[in-house]
């Protein structure tokens, strides 16, 4: 986090190539382990609670958390939204989330997420499994499993979206973690998520099948692992482009080019 705030991870000199900048967030996971006046900080609660043993988040976190997102998409003054995040771990909760709410079993959405041995990678299913189960005798509605499974930031995120939905301002979701939380809102109704590109595919095998449930066809498919923002940043660059070859570029007609000429 501090590297952020001091401009040094991908994400900022990606953001200072296309011309646009970065803000960071803090969730409640920061807490007070960071005291800086660029960390936007309302300390809502220090991290959430062990999935395979209860809820990780109680209603009033949940709350507070989207009512942060909310705050943060609507102050927003920009023609477009990237949306990242850094948590380490959260790889785990997407991947939860996502068998939750479309099914299958945990090896089918469970990857190594910053690289983790194959010994972990069995622990992580076994994991996300219980933890799914536990929630799903009690209760099928996606809010309430999101709480049960996710994380501060991934609600956080939620709340942002449904704000620049509501600002009409277009959003460019980062990788896996940032499209489970846009998948909360698809699950409720999907149309919710028709603003939102996904800048990249991540190499976590979760991603690619959540955007088929999705039928969201990323901008990018470079093998990114890293999130916090990168792809989201980088895919603006393709956006701004795609825009100026619209607004700009002749068509037959102008450019005074029959269309029945045999290429």
Do not use: Y
């Not at 296309?18 to 996971?29: E, F, L, P, W």
């Not at 959540?210 to 940043?233: Q, W």
């Amino acid at each position: 986090v501090l590297n952020f705030l001091a401009g040094g991870a991908a994400a900022n000199v990606f953001a200072r190539s296309v011309g646009t900048k970065v803000q960071v967030v803090d969730a409640g996971v920061v807490g007070d382990a960071i005291d800086h006046p660029d960390l936007i900080d309302r300390r809502i609660a220090q991290g959430t609670r062990n999935a395979i043993e209860s809820a990780a988040m109680t209603e009033k976190q949940l709350e507070e958390a989207l009512e942060q997102g909310q705050d943060i998409g609507e102050a927003i003054k920009a023609d477009v939204a990237c949306f990242g995040e850094m948590g380490i771990g959260n790889t785990t909760s997407a991947a939860a989330i996502s068998m939750a709410l479309f099914g299958g079993t945990a090896k089918d959405w469970v990857g190594r997420g910053t690289g983790i041995n194959s010994e972990t990678l069995e622990r992580k299913i076994e994991l996300v499994q219980k933890a799914v189960e536990l929630h799903l005798a009690e209760t099928k509605d996606p809010l309430s499993l999101f709480a049960a499974l996710g994380g501060l930031e991934l609600a956080a995120i939620v709340g942002a979206i449904v704000a620049a939905r509501l600002a009409r301002v277009p959003v460019i979701l980062d990788g896996f973690a940032c499209t489970v939380s846009a998948s909360v809102l698809f699950a409720i109704d999907p149309t919710t998520v028709d603003h939102c590109l996904v800048a990249h595919r991540s190499v976590e095998p979760g991603h690619s099948r959540l955007l088929e449930f999705m039928r969201k066809e990323p901008v990018l498919d470079l093998g990114l692992r890293l999130g916090e923002a990168s792809g989201a940043t980088l895919a603006i660059g393709i956006l701004k482009a795609a825009v100026s070859c619209h607004t700009g570029m002749a068509t037959f007609a102008s450019a005074g080019i029959s269309k029945s000429v045999d290429l």
